[in-house]
């Protein structure tokens, strides 16, 4: 299937790997069977390679309801993104909607893919971040000319999504990879093993990402290379990291950390990518 140029990402995403992509690209398999990805996040490379049938899940059920509602309802979604102001009154009334479950639960979700792209696209740094009860919490980004309706790329991703065979599913990593089969890819972007702890953010749901989840995943890694599944998997360049997966091909790629409260942890840093092949 040829590859639309205009296809991207929507949500700018912590951990996006748009930076990273000629090194992923570098290193795919030369053929597999069906594509899976089950921290999709904002999807950098699933837009980049676009295959012909994907498998792609997340635990945010926010992030997995704006991407069917492109799928299924793009013309819709981008009628109710039309409607958004950027203004700091405006931004903090259509944040504080998940306050009220009562409230948020009458929204449809156009209404709520509308709002998590709105809320993207004004909220500071472009970062989607809540709370322990899940609400979202970022503050009022300021941006002058914020691109909150990108009917370009929003379309592009449409035609996309049913040009070919996507499955969306919204739960746990391992469950997303029950159903792969020898011949079969999976790219794993899991929330990385911090650098320090100062660096460690799992803002993107509510709950984390701890060490033991690193260890699971894995596992679940030896399981799929025994499946005949290949997989490839990025994270950071940590001791922890590097010894989980010293039994697997490791390279050291150079990469610009955007994402954090202090300046000066911001910039180059190594990361891993890691695979089974």
């Not at 490379?45 to 945010?60: G, S, T, W, Y």
């Not at 009562?102 to 970062?127: M, P, W």
């Not at 709950?207 to 490839?232: A, M, P, S």
């Not at 994270?235 to 950390?257: G, M, P, S």
Request: a negative charge; aromatic letters at 12%.
């Amino acid at each position: 299937m040829e590859r639309d140029a205009a296809v991207a990402p929507v949500l700018k995403w912590v951990g996006g790997k748009r930076q990273l992509l000629p090194e992923i690209e570098r290193l795919l398999p030369p053929a597999f069977n069906t594509y899976y990805e089950p921290f999709v996040g904002g999807g950098a490379v699933l837009f980049h390679l676009q295959p012909a049938r994907a498998v792609v899940n997340d635990i945010n059920p926010e992030l997995i309801n704006v991407y069917k509602v492109i799928k299924t309802s793009c013309q819709e979604l981008l009628a109710d993104l039309s409607k958004h102001r950027n203004e700091r009154e405006y931004f903090y009334r259509i944040r504080a909607l998940d306050r009220d479950p009562a409230v948020y639960e009458k929204l449809s979700d156009v209404e709520r893919a509308s709002r998590i792209l709105y809320l993207n696209k004004t909220c500071y740094n472009g970062l989607y971040r809540v709370n322990s009860k899940g609400q979202f919490n970022a503050p009022f980004g300021a941006y002058v000319n914020p691109n909150i309706l990108n009917e370009e790329t929003i379309s592009a991703v449409h035609r996309y999504f049913n040009r070919a065979e996507v499955t969306f599913r919204c739960g746990d990593f391992a469950a997303a990879m029950e159903d792969s089969e020898e011949g079969d890819f999976v790219y794993f972007d899991p929330p990385y093993d911090p650098l320090s702890d100062s660096a460690n953010f799992t803002g993107y749901a509510s709950g984390g990402f701890c060490r033991g989840e690193q260890e699971r995943l894995r596992n679940l890694c030896d399981e799929l290379t025994k499946r005949g599944v290949k997989f490839l998997l990025s994270n950071a360049a940590t001791d922890f990291i590097l010894d989980l997966y010293k039994d697997y091909h490791i390279e050291i790629v150079q990469a610009n950390r955007v994402v954090n409260s202090r300046g000066d942890l911001r910039g180059p840093v190594e990361e891993l990518l890691v695979r089974n092949y």
